[in-house]
């Protein structure tokens, strides 16, 4: 019989067990549903900003392994925290291209390939499954007789379980996910005042949240190795931070935002302070130095490259959008959409479902004060790792 030890704290109105608020954090972190103002599909416009600046380290990485493993019939490919909406499939179009490309030039035919995409049961797979005729319908459009059957599987689940089967996996493609923790970290319960790291936060707060990405980031690298084939690869892309010290203001600044806009309600008798002090965000900006020791203290993996990119918090505000002109209301609103898009399942789960359109109306107020003085940025990385 294994011994379970339980560790009650409260959250909200209720006791849970330690083991219970780990499983409501998996319960309840999801992206917005259906095809809606606020849904993730409508407000993913930075991640796909992401994913078009994580190309070319894309291309190359697949080049590289094909150049090894070819000649197969079939490549298994994953894209874990797959989501829904156009992003749901930007990354599969993205490899089945390359794929298609490398194997006629070098063998004059291509693989099968099978696609994998996988999130949280919770995720909005109707639309995802619903997506695929369009899918294939541009692929025959764009490739003709040179596209080879592509076959396309849901697979519910947490990436911080097993997903596949043993040494059967190519290819795996994370992005905008590995940030999520698998849970609240143990120890925060002292984080009063704030709903993640910030300047005022405790030092074991850093700590607590620290360990916990150590360990999600580990279990995550240990059990892709059992699944992946010698000399498979991963790109795996994900919101860090720029310096060591986790009070950085590329780290903190947006959540320090929304907690002042609950706190705002706070004020008005529409949330009840002691549900700010119990609520922290299951997320983790990592330095790039915890990454790579992380890496190379797992050893499934050699380490081939990290690449750090910034992007700004208003997704209109690329490189690629040349006739962007800075306005703090719309860029406000842009963000605070944004973040909505994939807050909201675990804000009304705690606060509940009345108060998430007047704490966005207080958040968009608060983004467009900040913008003005300060452009804060999005750290991301792109990691690539090789198979041992």
């Known amino acids: 019989m294994h011994h379970i030890s339980l560790l009650y704290i409260r959250w909200g109105d209720t006791m849970r067990s330690s083991r219970q608020i780990a499983m409501a954090s998996v319960n309840v972190l999801c992206m917005n549903p259906r095809d809606r103002d606020i849904s993730y599909a409508n407000n993913s416009s930075l991640q796909k900003n992401v994913l078009l600046k994580t190309r070319p380290f894309l291309e190359d990485t697949i080049k590289d392994m094909l150049s090894k ?5 079939c490549i298994k490919v994953a894209d874990l925290g797959c989501a829904s909406g156009s992003n749901a499939f930007f990354p599969t179009y993205e490899i089945m291209d390359i794929i298609t490309r490398v194997c006629q030039q070098l063998y004059r035919e291509s693989p099968e390939l099978q696609v994998f995409l996988n999130d949280l049961p919770q995720n909005d797979f109707n639309t995802v499954f619903r997506s695929v005729p369009g899918f294939n319908a541009k692929l025959k459009k764009d490739k003709g007789d040179l596209r080879r059957p592509c076959f396309i599987v849901g697979v519910p689940g947490s990436f911080y379980e ?20 698998s849970k609240v970290p143990r120890g925060v319960e002292n984080n009063k005042g704030n709903i993640y790291m910030s300047k005022s936060s405790p030092t074991d707060v850093f700590k607590a949240y620290s360990e916990q990405f150590r360990m999600d980031f580990s279990k ?17 892309s994900l919101i860090g931070r720029s310096i060591s010290d986790p009070t950085s203001n590329d780290c903190c600044s947006l959540w320090d935002l929304l907690t002042k806009s609950l706190f705002d309600l706070v004020a008005k008798g529409l949330v009840q302070e002691s549900d700010v002090d119990s609520f922290n965000i299951p997320f983790y900006n990592p330095c790039k130095e915890e990454v790579r020791e992380i890496i190379e203290n797992e050893r499934s993996f050699n380490l081939d490259q990290i690449e750090v990119f910034a992007e700004n918090w208003d997704f209109e505000d690329n490189n690629y959008n040349t006739k962007f002109v800075f306005e703090k209301n719309r860029s406000a609103q842009n963000v605070a959409k944004t973040i909505r898009a994939v807050t909201e399942s675990m804000l009304a789960s705690h606060f509940g479902e009345n108060i998430i359109d007047d704490l966005f109306t207080r958040y968009t107020q608060h983004v467009s004060e900040h913008l003005p003085r300060e ?5 991301n990385f792109v990691i690539l790792v090789t198979m041992k």
Do not use: A, C, Q
């Open 69 to 73: 493993i070819l000649p197969v019939t």
């Open 162 to 181: 097993r997903l596949f089967p043993n040494r059967s996996m190519h290819f795996i493609h994370s992005s905008y996910s590995l940030h999520w923790l």
């Open 220 to 236: 995550f690298l240990r059990l892709r190795s059992e699944e992946m084939i010698d000399g498979g690869r991963m790109l795996l």
């Open 375 to 379: 452009k804060t940025k999005f750290i």
